[in-house]
């Protein structure tokens, strides 16, 4: 038995109250899970359970109404399912990379805000990019790391429908954001002479107010429709998040309408942003190609190449991990789905700062100059003698 499942299993006990009459079956060789779309469920216990466990505390598993949504309760997140033994190990390296997103985001945000030499359409976007990768690396690391830190994966409901809201407009807001980056690209390098009149102020803020308003007209129904399911059997969530599809999938009703329109809202939203950004970049090569400047084409293919890879590890791990869900049941394990899963929300935050912002040299820059300032003026405050300053 492990830590983990040990720790699961008494996070259920501590959820629920007794008074519950529903069935235990023993002798099984894996971790303790529910029959669902029963009533009551059935709670199946490992033999090494039932040999440390009494009879009466097993039953405080269940809820004292298993048939009835109650305000109030709440999921329990489990973290990866079959490797809650490597929680710890992957601890470290989550919290290392949510770090570098949090500091690498905010100094992109400083930076921008601070500097009006930086106040132009492509920085605008950065700013806003980096905002959306804070809120979206905050909504799930914390609580990833707790479950992987301490196996403390007890989450509300509320608290989970707010997360997966978060989540996934996130995701929304972030693909329309780099259509929008990849637009700005085009209109540089394309039609350099018309940047200003067609990027003007007022079509930055249609362009992010469009942006944000899909997201939320995209995910309000979404999250409408798995509020109104009733969990009354596990809950039990085979996820490190509070994902959309292993949310639902615990429902005691039928999920399948959110599970549809989830599926067929992403692959219009994802497929036509990567249609458009496919389209200005083979644009924008052609132009590249056509410049008579070595260095400037050289210029324009490592700035390029560089957006376009952040691209395509997005919007290829998203769209595998989404997919798999569908079509890769049986197939592809378990905690290979929750692990890409995880890594589509937690490396774009983390690499975003590098790619997009500290490559820019503008950026980088302001960025040096700015903590050499900050490095400058805690020395003089330690020392008391002034320092060069950037």
């Given amino acids: 038995m492990t830590f ?23 002798n099984l060789p894996k971790s303790p899970i529910f029959v669902q779309k029963s009533c009551p469920p059935v709670l199946l216990v490992p033999e090494e359970f039932c040999g440390f466990i009494h009879r009466k505390e097993v039953s405080l598993v269940m809820l004292t109404s298993p048939c009835n949504q109650t305000l109030g309760n709440s999921f329990i997140l489990v973290g990866i399912p079959g490797l809650e ?20 985001n905010t100094l992109i945000l400083t930076v921008i805000l601070v500097d009006s030499a930086l106040h132009e ?38 608290a989970c429908f707010a997360q997966m809201y978060v989540v996934h407009a996130a995701t929304a807001a972030e693909t329309g954001l780099l ?13 350099p002479l018309h940047y200003q009149t067609i990027l003007t102020p007022k079509m930055m803020l249609r362009i992010g ?7 939320v007209l995209i995910m309000t129904p979404l999250s409408w429709m798995v509020i109104q399911l009733p969990f009354c059997g596990s809950h039990m969530v085979p996820h490190s998040y509070c994902e959309h599809m292993a949310v639902a999938k615990l429902a005691c009703a039928d999920y399948m309408p959110s599970s549809l329109y989830s599926l067929i809202g992403s692959s219009i939203i994802v497929g036509s942003d990567v249609s458009f950004i496919a389209t200005s970049y083979s644009l924008i090569l052609q132009a590249v190609f056509r410049l008579s400047s070595r260095d400037a084409q050289l210029k324009a293919l490592s700035t390029c190449g560089s957006h376009v890879g952040v691209m395509v ?42 790619i997009y912002g500290l490559r820019t040299k503008q950026i980088l820059e302001r960025v040096s100059s700015m903590l050499g300032n900050c490095w400058c003026t805690v020395s003089t405050l330690k020392l008391e003698k002034p320092c060069m300053r950037a």
């Fill in 179 to 191: 259509l929008a980056m990849a637009f700005d690209r085009y209109v540089a390098i394309c039609k």
């Fill in 313 to 354: 590890l997005y919007y290829l791990t998203g769209m595998v991990s989404h997919y798999v869900e569908w079509f890769g049941q049986g197939v592809v394990p378990l905690h290979t789905q929750v692990l890409l899963a995880d890594f589509y929300l937690v490396i774009p935050p983390t690499l975003n700062p590098i």
């Fill in 85 to 104: 033994g490597a929680h710890l190990w992957l601890a470290a390296p989550l919290s290392l990379m949510y770090a570098m997103a949090l500091v690498g």
């Fill in 4 to 26: 983990g499942t040990l720790s699961i299993f008494k996070a259920h006990l501590a959820l629920h109250h007794p008074g519950s009459t529903s069935p235990v079956l023993c």
């Fill in 121 to 158: 359409p492509m920085y605008y976007f950065l700013c806003i990019l980096a905002a959306v990768d804070i809120i979206m690396a905050t909504s799930i690391a914390p609580k990833m790391l707790s479950i992987f830190w301490s196996g403390d994966g007890i989450i509300t409901f509320t």
């Fill in 209 to 215: 107010v469009a942006i944000m308003v899909r997201a």
